[in-house]
């Protein structure tokens, strides 16, 4: 949806993570993560509309409430589809261990895969003799009887964890992925602009400043939400920041490097020059490794 609502010439002409161009993929995010909250749940209970959530109509419908010169004070309106059937973060000590981990592999056959693993012990059991542990995934579920991830018997929370693969037929295929809740998302939105918008390596793309929007309910109970709120890497110049604030955003700075923004790692397969060019983020421990 994100990627629905964004124009790569649109993007281009504004520059890279300009205060224009970080506006328009800021709002371009919120108004996904507005539709994430009101239609995402297990589709075993919920009708999801997706054909119309992908839609070009609908994206062009989401994209005009896009507003140059302000932002959505909040977490914007969800798109109304009743006609289909359905249904603080300052400071650089983590409050819990960071467990969640992303990896990705091309082999020489071109065979790839991504994966995000996720379940961690630091807040759920192990079952002795084991060395398994239940899953803690339901602290990311809703105790409201009317929200689509809402709780119910054998019913899946709607999950953040987001293994990706983008492949363009002939040209290249790009395992990508990173932690982080919900930053994971825009992380991997802005590393993958990086590389296909604007031609980076995916050692460049990852390391380029990013920025987050928490103008939704996070994914994790208890749900915290921050109307507004922007958060942008110190890299960026200052006046990026001051007009972010001007246009009316909850901006803060971040250090110039922080783990919060996600840790992207990607391979991009070169399937015309046969080339795998590999990027690991520097924002938490990870490596790109070829042998």
């Known amino acids: 949806q994100m990627l629905n609502l964004l124009s790569p010439e649109h993007l281009i002409s504004k520059g890279h993570n300009s205060a224009d161009y970080l506006h328009t993929i800021t709002e371009a995010m919120k108004l996904a993560f507005a539709d994430r909250e009101r239609w ?22 989401r994209r005009a409430m896009i507003k140059p010169d302000r932002p959505w004070p909040g977490m914007p309106p969800a798109g109304d589809h009743t006609r289909i059937k359905g249904g603080s973060l300052v400071g650089e000590q983590p409050a819990f261990p960071r467990d969640t981990s992303y990896i990705c592999v ?83 939105l802005q ?55 001007k246009r009316g955003h909850d901006f803060q700075w971040w250090p110039e490097w922080t783990w919060r923004a996600g840790s992207v790692c990607a391979v991009i397969a070169d399937q015309r020059r046969g080339i795998l060019t590999g990027g690991a983020d520097p924002r938490r421990p990870c490596y790109a490794v070829g042998w």
């Open 106 to 188: 091309v082999d020489r056959h071109g065979n790839v895969f991504s994966a995000t693993p996720s379940d961690v012990s630091f807040d759920t059991p192990v079952i002795p003799g084991t060395g398994l542990c239940p899953s803690s995934r339901g602290s990311q579920s809703w105790t409201d009887p009317d929200h689509a991830s809402c709780l119910a018997p054998g019913k899946r929370p709607r999950l953040t964890p987001a293994p990706a693969l983008a492949i363009k037929s002939g040209e290249f295929v790009m395992p990508f992925g990173t932690p982080g809740g919900d930053v994971q998302a825009q992380a991997m």
């Open 191 to 245: 590393a993958f602009l990086n590389m296909v918008v604007f031609g980076m390596d995916p050692q460049q793309a990852v390391e380029e400043p990013r920025v987050a929007t928490y103008s939704f309910p996070d994914s994790f109970e208890p749900h915290q939400y921050l109307p507004g709120r922007v958060n942008l890497e110190r890299r960026v110049d200052d006046g990026v920041g001051s007009s972010l604030a």
């Open 40 to 61: 995402y749940g297990d589709p075993k209970f919920v009708d999801v509309p997706l054909e119309r959530l992908l839609s070009p109509e609908y994206s062009a419908e």
